[in-house]
């Protein structure tokens, strides 16, 4: 079973600043990784998958790269809006298995 | 522009049977390009996914969930239902209907999300 981690548990930033999460998985996982914003009480949305492929609507601030273990995403410039929880996800072809990252929190600092 | 609703009791006692619908709105559940499937979150926790299952009927579940759930799909209500059996207070959770695109196995639809807990 593939692990995903994410580093830092929490990053502190300040507004206007970049911001650098990182997802890392316990064996190649290939580009099937994936990165999805959640706000408080509110669903995930996608922002990237394929590694580096912004999804529909998302913001040129946001960007993603990486391949195999080790995953980047970047927010160039922290907008308000942008202090919440990101995840990372990975699909795993067999055993079908979609498996999550626990999460980075963006705070203000 | 497809939509997701999920709908279902909002509290289940322990060691009864959890049941949820997701209702699908402007869009195909027929198709071969999606995985539906089901996340949870426990409050304050990540991200848990539960199961899917395709246009045909073929479900897979997360194993640690395996023995407890099943998943299944009406087409002609356009519905994806859950059922877990056997509850516990640790399947308390905002429960999450969401659409996987095939291939790419990335989640670019998701419910709002019903709260469930599990008390007696």
């Known amino acids: 079973e593939i692990v995903m981690t994410q580093s830092p548990a929490t990053l502190s930033v300040s507004p206007g600043e970049r911001a650098t999460l990182s997802c890392r998985a316990s064996?190649?996982?290939?580009?099937?990784l994936a990165w999805y914003q959640q706000k408080p009480g509110q669903a995930p949305r996608l922002l990237i998958y394929g590694a580096s492929t912004r999804a529909t609507g998302i913001p040129a601030r946001f960007s993603g790269s990486g391949s195999g273990t080790e995953f980047t995403l970047t927010i160039s410039s922290l907008q308000s809006e942008d202090f919440v929880v990101y995840y990372c996800?990975?699909?795993?072809?067999?055993?079908?298995?979609?498996?999550f990252g626990p999460g980075t929190n963006v705070d203000i600092k | 522009q497809a939509q997701l609703q999920e709908s279902g009791p909002g509290l289940v006692k322990p060691s009864q049977t959890l049941s949820l619908t997701c209702t699908v709105s402007?869009?195909?559940?027929?198709?071969?390009?999606?995985?539906w499937s089901w996340i949870r979150q426990s409050p304050g926790k990540g991200l848990e996914w539960i199961g899917y299952?395709?246009?045909?009927?073929?479900?897979y579940y997360n194993p640690s969930l395996k023995t407890r759930v099943t998943i299944f799909l009406d087409t002609s209500k356009k519905q994806i239902s859950l059922r877990l059996s056997s509850v516990t207070a640790a399947d308390t959770a905002v429960y999450y209907c969401?659409?996987?695109?095939?291939?790419?196995?990335?989640?670019?639809?998701w419910g709002r999300g019903t709260l469930v807990t599990v008390s007696s």
């Open positions: 299952i395709f246009y045909s009927g073929n479900a």
């Open positions: 064996q190649s996982v290939s580009r099937n």
């Open positions: 969401a659409r996987a695109q095939s291939p790419g196995y990335y989640f670019d639809l």
């Open positions: 996800q990975h699909y795993n072809n067999w055993p079908p298995l979609f498996t």
């Open positions: 402007g869009g195909s559940i027929s198709s071969g390009d999606y995985y």
